[in-house]
């Protein structure tokens, strides 16, 4: 009779499972239109760069082993114009587009092995009809830069890469940030270009340490006159004195021609292991995850608030995650900071609030014997839970929320993780996932992933309050390619985002519009 008794709640409770996972689908409203599947004759591509057109049309440049895929799509995802702009072996790395003056600017970095030079090219072209004119913008000698051979297009933490390219918010002003040679200063080369490509400043950038004691973390350009904000992590010989917290410094530098100015400060008792700037209509602040125990955990959010006229700190807030976010995570109140986060964007709502969304992301890998004495290492790639929490104008803690998903991979897979946009007073997750979605201890929703290559397209939704929903946008089923949620587009203010897809030689354009 007990046997039978059970029996019976378990499948009540199983019914139950999944009648609880059907109705939590919400109705979110979304335009989808596709572009018709085509071939390519190559049949590995990849997005190599994307801009905007300036009439909510799109430009997209996809990767192939000795060229790109030049493509302009008009706001209705109808093919405007082409272009196979073939490579060859004297040519570099194209990673980045914008517009100057109506013309499609490709900014290219190459290797001149013959001279041994860094060579840094513009290639334009009108818009209606692709043909490109290639101009040097600038020439350094391998000797005097820092002897690396690979440049980072975007706004990463410092790394084994010769410098940077950064780009203000509209393209009105572009940045070269290039590491140079010296044994005892940390030392860049800094060159700001306006739209138009004619070099608004040319300054140098040192600091008197040594590479390895100086963690640059972003480069960022204003909008209104070109100024850079430089943010590094500096581990100096009267931090590693404190007993409390990081032993380390950041140093935020404002740079605009010869005119330096810094700001200076620390974690105190915290720890702080990066920092992200933002520049919102002329303010500037920083934001990122901080931890009672050390670098690489996390127990909350730090924000710095910054004069940057006088560049002093007006403000810190430091705040731990919400009980209600510890309750998505796991499921019961719980004292325990987290591993993991990577930053993936942040967004700035009207009333000046800050949208912080985050992922947690980590490799582990293990050896494989073949039996014969020998072996090799796999590695697997980890895309787990989604993190997003909202800040207010004063850098307080509003709401936190911790969305579980469980996604991996041997590679790093851009069908994999997600891409976000803020539209309406709400934060859109778009994401590859099963169309089975789990309901997990404590009443939680886990979002998870069958391959990379097959899997069926969700949206989640975030409202003003935190409270979320998802809905099925696409299915894998309705669908001849899968595409890459990692590498979105966003345009038009964040009401667009467009997202590529390949099975095979076959390829699509997917976008997405988010409605008034």
């Known amino acids: 009779m007990k046997k039978i008794i059970l029996a019976l709640v378990i499948m009540l409770f199983t019914q139950n499972f999944y009648a609880q996972a059907v109705d939590a689908e919400g109705d979110i409203p979304l335009e989808v239109s596709l572009t018709d599947v085509y071939k390519d004759k190559k049949k590995f591509t990849g997005l190599a760069f994307s801009t905007k057109d300036g009439n909510d049309g799109i430009i997209l440049g996809r990767r192939y082993k000795k060229g790109y895929y030049i493509e302009h799509y008009d706001k209705n995802l109808k093919l405007l114009n082409s272009y196979d702009f073939e490579v060859d072996k004297k ?301 207010n104008a004063d850098g307080k803690l509003l709401w936190a929320r911790n969305i579980n998903k469980k996604q991996a991979a041997s590679s790093y897979s851009p069908y994999l993780s997600f891409t976000t946009s803020y539209k309406n007073d709400k934060v859109y997750f778009f994401i590859n996932c099963s169309d089975k979605i789990r309901r997990i201890r404590g009443d939680r929703l886990q979002f998870k992933g069958i391959k990379a290559k097959k899997s069926n397209l969700y949206a989640i939704t975030l409202d003003k309050e935190g409270n979320y929903e998802y809905k099925k946008i696409l299915d894998d089923k309705d669908s001849e390619v899968p595409f890459m949620v990692g590498r979105g587009i966003i345009n038009n203010n964040g009401k667009d985002i467009i997202f590529t897809g390949r099975r095979g030689s076959k390829k699509q354009a997917l976008k997405i519009t988010i409605p008034d």
């Open 91 to 391: 040519r570099g790395t194209i990673d980045e587009a914008f517009l100057s003056d109506g013309q499609l600017c490709l900014l290219e970095y190459a290797y001149n092995k013959k001279e041994k030079i860094i060579e840094y090219y513009v290639n334009k072209s009108p818009l209606d009809n692709f043909s490109f004119k290639r101009t040097l913008l600038l020439a350094i000698p391998l000797k005097k830069a820092d002897g690396k051979k690979f440049f980072s297009f975007g706004n990463t933490s410092d790394g084994n890469t010769l410098g940077r390219f950064s780009m203000s918010k509209k393209a009105e002003y572009i940045a070269f940030t290039i590491e140079m040679k010296d044994k005892n200063l940390e030392k860049h080369n800094i060159y700001v270009f306006d739209n138009s490509l004619n070099k608004v400043y040319e300054t140098v950038f040192k600091r008197d340490m040594k590479d390895r004691k100086f963690h640059l973390q972003n480069v960022d350009v204003s909008e209104e006159d070109g100024t850079l904000l430089l943010l590094g992590k500096s581990f100096t010989r009267e931090k590693k004195k404190k007993k409390e917290g990081g032993k380390y410094q950041y140093e935020l530098y404002k740079i605009n021609g010869d005119q330096k100015t810094k700001l200076v400060f620390d974690s105190k008792d915290k720890y702080i292991g990066s920092l992200s700037t933002v520049i919102n209509n002329g303010e500037v602040f920083c934001v990122g995850f901080y931890s009672d125990k050390n670098d690489y955990r996390y127990k909350g959010v730090a924000y710095f608030d910054v004069d940057k006229t006088n560049m002093s700190l007006t403000k810190t807030v430091y705040s731990p995650f919400t009980e209600q976010f510890i309750q998505d995570k796991y499921g019961k109140s719980k004292d325990k900071e987290l591993r993991n986060i990577d930053l993936r964007s942040i967004h700035i709502s009207d009333n000046n609030e800050c949208i912080v969304n985050a992922e947690e992301f980590y490799i582990t890998s293990h050896y494989v014997s073949n039996g014969q004495g020998g072996g090799y290492w796999r590695y697997t790639y980890h895309f787990r839970d989604m993190i997003s929490l909202k800040l």
